[in-house]
């Protein structure tokens, strides 16, 4: 089934949805709702409208992956679209779509807290490993725990907002965590290679 409509459908069969933590798990006592699967089909509607899922037709070694979560009462659909050329990975274009509310109250840094996320998700997907020898953690800084730098970025990362009826919520975290399975997700609509590590090394992206 195509990837998307598969989650759509999750989302839209009534299945048990996850629970919200125990009573007093939240800050200062509150206890978040549960995911609302009616506002994640909307965050995933819009992004498959954006980045014109299943319309393209692409090269051998080119495809669209997408993911979608939920959390800080932030909902985040992505699409990345990926090259896989060898054992070498490019991502060309990546596409956000969130719903955080009614209200977006500073526009400009909640378009660059999203690309931040991109990009941080990324470097976890691509270098960021921590390996202990002898008791000790041998990465100490970022020249060995790299982030992406600018000539590995997307050219284009498009972001989107759902206007809902809902009070403004999270936006600081929601937006990394898809960046990694979409990529992934990429990855294996391109070569049929599945991802089951991270980082990625190169020779997962090759038979």
Request: charged content about 20%; hydrophobic content about 40%.
């Amino acid at each position: 089934k195509d990837p998307a409509q598969f989650r759509l459908d999750l989302l839209a069969s009534g299945a048990p949805l996850p629970a919200p933590p125990a009573a007093g798990g939240g800050r200062g006592g509150f206890t978040p709702p549960g995911l609302n699967a009616e506002r994640m089909i909307g965050a995933m509607k819009l992004v498959m409208e954006k980045s014109e899922w299943g319309k393209k037709k692409y090269p051998a070694g080119t495809a669209q992956g997408i993911a979608f979560h939920f959390s800080h009462m932030g909902y985040f659909a992505e699409v990345a679209e990926v090259t896989v050329t060898g054992n070498k990975v490019k991502v060309n274009k990546f596409w956000v779509a969130g719903d955080i509310g009614s209200q977006i109250i500073n526009p400009s840094g909640a378009e660059n807290l999203v690309h931040g996320g991109v990009i941080d998700g990324m470097s976890e997907l691509m270098s960021q490993e921590i390996t202990v020898e002898k008791g000790r953690v041998v990465q100490g800084n970022f020249n060995t725990h790299g982030m992406v730098r600018i000539n590995q970025a997307p050219p284009v990362i498009e972001t989107h907002f759902v206007k809902s009826t809902y009070s403004p919520t999270g936006l600081g975290e929601p937006s990394l965590p898809p960046v990694l399975p979409a990529i992934a997700n990429a990855i294996f609509a391109a070569t049929r290679k599945r991802i089951r590590r991270l980082p990625i090394k190169p020779g997962d992206l090759v038979a």
